[in-house]
Nanobody, 127 residues
Framework: QVQVVESGGGLVQTGGSLRLACAVSGSTFSIKYMGWFRQGPGKEREFVSTFTWSSGSTYYADSVKGRFTISRDNAKNTVYLQMNSLEPEDTAVYYC????????????????????WGQGTQVTVTL
């Protein structure tokens, strides 16, 4: 079992920054990927970024590339999503998720690959 708890959402103006945090606990040795997803008003959940637990490799959605950065603090078992140059289109509930190792995996970009989800944190970007 893996537990993930997000924090750090809030209200920010266009062009501003926020840093989301995802505290990870439990069987962290079993984690393959950590991912961030978001769901905007009236939209489906979409991929934002992923972090490979063992190697540290990262991948971003085109819509956030160059503006968002995913990182990990090993000592704190916390994954961060630094969000800069925020736009109203970034308004969404942001979810942190953990994908465990599987024999038959799947794409780290797909929500279905992830096994454990946080409760979500609201990010609202105003004009």
């Amino acid at each position: 079992q893996v537990q993930v708890v997000e924090s750090g959402g809030g209200l920010v103006q266009t062009g501003g920054s926020l840093r989301l945090a995802c505290a990870v606990s439990g069987s962290t040795f079993s984690i393959k990927y950590m991912g961030w997803f978001r769901q905007g008003p009236g939209k489906e959940r979409e991929f934002v970024s992923t972090f490979t637990w063992s190697s540290g490799s990262t991948y971003y959605a085109d819509s956030v590339k160059g503006r968002f950065t995913i990182s990990r603090d090993n000592a704190k078992n916390t994954v961060y999503l630094q969000m800069n140059s925020l736009e109203p289109e970034d308004t969404a509930v942001y979810y942190c998720a953990a994908a465990v190792n599987r024999f038959f995996g799947g794409s780290a970009l797909s929500a279905s690959r992830y096994d454990y989800w946080g409760q979500g944190t609201q990010v609202t970007v105003t004009l």
